[in-house]
């Protein structure tokens, strides 16, 4: 019986204990958004990164995850945070922007990349010189942004 009482006392206190860091995320996600703001990205990365971990559903933490890793250059691990915020809340339109955004710069990337490397002559050449030269003058339509970083 002595037993039971002290494993419910500490089941109790654990549970009790679980309120008390809310006050520590809040300065946590205050510091990591001041890293952010100040440009100290993989900081606040480390930062949103460890908040991350103590709120597994919340979907803005990933966001801005995504955001420190895509100005660290960091793209595929900015694609992943994005996936991830999206997953807890589809409805995230930032991510999706952001996403949309960071997927259209490798694309460029990669079309201009083709567009200098790429022999005409070998086969299949003219489809994917095609498609990239199509992106290449959607992006360059006034008012894209996909050069932008998040």
């Excluded at 103590?54 to 595929?76: E, F, I």
């Excluded at 990239?132 to 959607?138: A, P, S, Y």
């Amino acid at each position: 019986m002595r037993i039971l009482s002290l494993a419910l006392a500490s089941l109790l206190l654990t549970g009790c204990a679980g309120l008390l860091p809310k006050s520590n995320l809040v300065a946590q996600q205050n510091a990591a958004n001041q890293d952010y703001a100040a440009g100290r990205f993989a900081q606040a990365s480390d930062q949103y990164r460890s908040l991350a971990k103590a709120m597994p559903s919340d979907a803005g933490v990933r966001y801005q995850l995504g955001n420190s890793l895509a100005r660290q250059g960091d793209t595929q691990g900015a694609i992943a945070s994005y996936r991830e915020a999206l997953l807890r809340d589809p409805q995230h339109a930032r991510a999706w922007h952001n996403l949309l955004q960071v997927q259209l710069r490798e694309a460029l990337l990669t079309a201009a990349e083709m567009q200098k490397t790429l022999n005409a002559q070998q086969p299949q050449a003219g489809q994917a010189l095609g498609l990239g030269e199509r992106l290449l003058d959607v992006m360059e339509q006034p008012g894209q942004d996909a050069g932008r970083a998040p």
